[in-house]
């Protein structure tokens, strides 16, 4: 049965023990939290909203034990609610939060900018609400690097921080950056609402996308009174994928925050990493390196008992 939680929808596998607090303070602002108040200061001026998320307990959590994980851009805490229920049975000692990040899903309504820091504001924000800071933040593509982002403040309990196919420099045009401009540009082309799922699916597909991309499409859209529309805020979303593109965090695989440990995976069918960056992956000495050699880019689709083994160097640990 669902029950809500402050603002969450909670899927218990069994009663979660107490929350540990967590009180925190940087360069993003300042928060203060208890479980029963909380405050945040961020460019200036106090907020109080939270980001839509899921709380999927494994069998017996630890107290405090937690994981955030974040979806990619285009993507929503949906697309990992199937995965992160697996996780929660396969590593039954965490507390698992899937969270839709600022433009997606349920998430609505923030003031800009619309940055990938304000994203990670977001989830030390989230954090606060919830009474207990992550321990892990999992994040994939556009949410590897707000993962990233996050541990750079090396905020309180954190301890390791994953990259999923996500490369930390800016973007090259001859991996992923055409494919997404081609994407965003098809999604400007629909006029809204459409018809239906399949009317956007249809068009995807005339646009030159193969079925799989036009299918994965189809889950950003809800049904209206007048047909279906998308999900996402674009504007937000052009100006989210503007920053990742010139965004550079290098520096915390390189040199970390003390105490926490990144994980880098590379889905080797992701086209996604330039041989260049992968060889400075390699020379990374601090940061732990994954593969997955058959995986696409989708990697919690493609090879999600993969995914799952190498996250195990967390999750099976504590």
Known sequence: ??????????????????????????????????????????????????????????AHPTPGQTAFILHGILGSRRNWRSFTRRLAQRYPDWRYVTVDLRGHGDAHGLPGPHTVDACAADLARLAAALGTAPLSVVGHSFGGKVALRYAARAPANLTSVWSLDSPPGLWRRETAGDEIARVFAAIRSLAMPAENRVAVSEHFVAQGFGRGVAGWMTTNVHRTAQGVEWRFDLPVLESLISDYANLDVWDVIERPPTGVVPHVLVAGKGARWSSVAQRRLASAGQARQHHLAESGHWVHVDDPDGLMDALGETFATH
């Open 1 to 58: 049965m669902l029950e809500s939680v402050i603002g969450a929808t909670r899927f218990p596998l069994d009663p979660p023990g107490a929350r540990a607090s967590a009180a925190r303070s940087d360069a993003w602002g300042q928060y203060s939290t208890d479980l029963h108040h909380t405050q945040w200061w961020g460019h200036g001026a106090p907020m109080d909203y939270i980001l839509p998320h899921d709380i999927i307990d494994g």
